[in-house]
T-cell receptor, first 117, second 114 residues
Framework: GAVVSQHPSRVICKSGTSVKIECRSLDFQATTMFWYRQFPKQSLMLMAT?????????EQGVEKDKFLINHASLTLSTLTVTSAHPEDSSFYIC?????????????FGPGTRLLVL | AQSVAQPEDQVNVAEGNPLTVKCTYS??????LFWYVQYPNRGLQFLLK??????LVKGSYGFEAEFNKSQTSFHLKKPSALVSDSALYFCAVRVPRGNTPLVFGKGTRLSVIA
């Protein structure tokens, strides 16, 4: 199946610093990419929808200035958590959608665990 | 609005027995339906999908699911469970309009006991 990579897989940072997470679709071009956040023992919470070359669409309650998304190409999207605080500690998962109609499938990265001290 | 319900937080089954993980959905229009599995500290792995066509879809690792439009259900099944199937399973739905995202159920933890 298609592969989506995320880097880094785990990051520990001090409060107030910024952290960038990369998401790449390795063997396909993604029509759309998504960023999710997952708290322990909970489902995935959609943060934003991202299309190459355009501004991301953020879900209600997600601060766009806090969580900067850049979708530089059809295979790369980045999420930057700016001025991170302990409450931003979470598991961040990106997803890339390929195909349309009957061929559509959405693939997920392995996740990035962020711990803010 | 789209929504997905996974009524069971936990499903326990003995190894070798058939397993079912339930999912019902609510959408306006024809849905795209997906099942994903998540192992600890990992992302989601795609299992199978229903887009159109045959209501019974077969996926990875011997899993299958049946789309039932009248009951608005998309239950995940496997004839013979393995201990290695123990994981968190998510059902997801999307209405195929534009870039609408997947909407996930809360997840069902499957525990297969040897």
């Amino acid at each position: 199946g298609a592969v989506v990579s995320q880097h880094p897989s785990r990051v520990i940072c001090k409060s107030g610093t910024s952290v960038k997470i990369e998401c790449r679709s390795l063997d396909f071009q993604a029509t759309t990419m998504f960023w999710y956040r997952q708290f322990p023992k909970q489902s995935l919470m959609l943060m934003a929808t991202s299309n190459e070359g355009s501004k991301a669409t953020y879900e209600q309650g997600v601060e766009k200035d806090k969580f900067l998304i850049n979708h530089a190409s059809l295979t790369l999207s980045t999420l930057t958590v700016t001025s991170a605080h302990p409450e931003d500690s979470s598991f961040y998962i990106c997803s890339a959608r390929s195909g349309r109609g009957g061929t559509e499938t959405q693939y997920f990265g392995p996740g990035t665990r962020l711990l803010v001290l | 609005a789209q929504s997905v319900a996974q009524p069971e937080d936990q499903v326990n089954v003995a190894e070798g027995n058939p397993l079912t993980v339930k999912c019902t959905y609510s959408v306006s229009g024809n849905p795209y339906l997906f099942w994903y599995v998540q192992y600890p500290n990992r992302g989601l792995q795609f299992l199978l999908k229903y887009i159109t066509g045959d209501n019974l879809v077969k996926g990875s690792y011997g899993f299958e699911a049946e789309f039932n439009k009248s009951q608005t259900s998309f239950h995940l099944k496997k004839p013979s469970a393995l201990v290695s199937d123990s994981a968190l399973y998510f059902c997801a739905v999307r209405v195929p309009r534009g870039n609408t995202p997947l909407v996930f159920g809360k997840g069902t933890r499957l525990s297969v006991i040897a």
